[in-house]
């Protein structure tokens, strides 16, 4: 069987040859591991992500070659997109995007930080929908859902052929609001003004579902669904229930039918919310993230996670493999393995993406578990 086979078959709970093993590997990873410094827009990124994958006998799935476009957005009529960058220190930036509209000024500043010499991280610290007013604005005027290139998607699977899977990134629904405008900011809207924030997840999920079969009909054979923000802990399943199931449903049915498979991303608390997660009409979820970083318990997990819906994690990327013994490694994985055997559709995966420096005798031990 060859990886693409396996990998598709697990995320479609079908029977295997052997359990697949796919830790999440990202930008900052591949830099430290060749010394280089990609960005998430280049394209060579990919096969060097795949040589990775490749170079420890993992099964591949590529999640760099969406680029920096998945959520991108273009002037248009009525809204025209101003950038302005500066730079605080060597390794600190902010860049402020005023968006230019006849109803008004939209306004947002982001910050890009180095954290290590291969990681940049960043984070809204103005958001771009201050007030409902603002939303009616962003409604009015933002241009449809343009004809994105995606081609970098259709390159890379020809690129994987039968050795992996595209797994380009995306915003989910509540995610792409939360990011518009605060989490605080959406849960109060929700309750306060219901109608306001109905029309808003309504407006977000059909431009969601626009851009995902995009993705779909470009080569992505899975998205990866962001839907780290409405976790058990910060939304709650009650929440989640009443102001997110709905919208996220038909966001990804409609991708799902263009032809993509859905790998919600949860890396924080999911204990509480794995039955509001069977509704969503997934293909699998990850990243079952234990403790001290998550809530998982796995054997919950195992008991309640749908059979058709596969399961992706839950090694620990942060405090265990870094500085674990390999036998330990491999010990960890042959216990995840005993939990899930029996079972279809599971791939054996980390909690998120690997840490620089993760020693290469421990990813072979995660490995040979498997193997």
């Known amino acids: 069987m060859t990886p693409r086979e396996r990998i598709l078959r697990s995320i479609r709970c079908q029977e295997t040859d052997r359990v697949a093993v796919s830790p999440f590997i990202w930008v900052s990873y591949a830099n430290w591991y060749f010394k280089a410094a990609y ?47 500066r730079v605080i220190s060597a390794d600190e930036r902010e860049v402020r995007t005023s968006v230019l509209t006849p109803g008004g000024t939209l306004s947002q500043l982001k910050r890009y ?5 291969y990681e940049v991280v960043e984070a809204e610290t103005e958001y771009l929908l201050k007030s409902l007013d603002d939303v009616e604005t962003l409604m009015a005027w933002q241009p449809e859902v343009e004809e994105t290139d995606f081609s970098r998607i259709s390159r ?9 899977v595209t ?13 518009l405008t605060g989490l605080e900011n959406l849960m109060i809207w929700a309750y306060e003004d219901p109608e306001a924030y109905r029309r808003l997840m309504e407006y977000t999920w059909r431009r969601t579902a626009k851009r995902g079969r995009q993705m779909a009909a ?25 102001f997110v199931l709905q919208y996220e449903q ?14 919600y991303h949860n890396c924080g608390d999911c204990n509480a919310m794995l039955e509001a997660y069977n509704e969503l009409g997934i293909s699998a979820l990850e990243s079952l993230t234990p403790p001290p970083f998550g809530d998982c318990d796995v054997q919950r997990a195992r008991s309640v996670l749908s059979p058709h819906i596969a399961a992706v994690g839950n090694l620990d990327q942060i405090a265990f493999l870094p500085k674990a013994a390999p ?15 029996g079972r279809k559709g599971f791939i054996l995966a ?22």
């Open 39 to 85: 960005a998430q827009a280049d394209e060579a990124l990919d096969r060097k992500v795949l040589e990775i994958y490749q170079d420890f006998g993992f099964d591949p799935i590529v999640r760099t070659c969406g680029g920096s476009s998945a959520n991108a957005q273009k002037s248009g009529d009525g809204w025209e997109i101003r950038t302005e960058e």
């Open 113 to 117: 930080q180095r954290v290590s010499p």
């Open 156 to 164: 890379c699977r020809q690129m994987l052929g039968s050795q992996g």
């Open 167 to 179: 797994a380009p990134w995306m915003q989910g629904v509540f995610n792409t609001c939360a990011r």
């Open 218 to 242: 470009a080569g992505a054979d899975i998205l990866s669904y962001e839907g780290n923000m409405a976790t058990g802990t910060m939304t709650g399943p009650a929440f989640f229930r009443e």
């Open 250 to 263: 038909a966001a990804i049915k409609e991708i799902r039918e263009g032809g993509a498979e859905i790998l």
């Open 327 to 341: 036998e330990e490694v491999s010990a960890a994985a042959r216990k995840l393995l005993d939990v899930w055997k």
């Open 350 to 371: 980390t909690s998120d993406y690997l840490m620089e420096d993760t020693p290469a005798e421990n990813l072979r031990a995660m490995a040979r578990a498997v193997l």
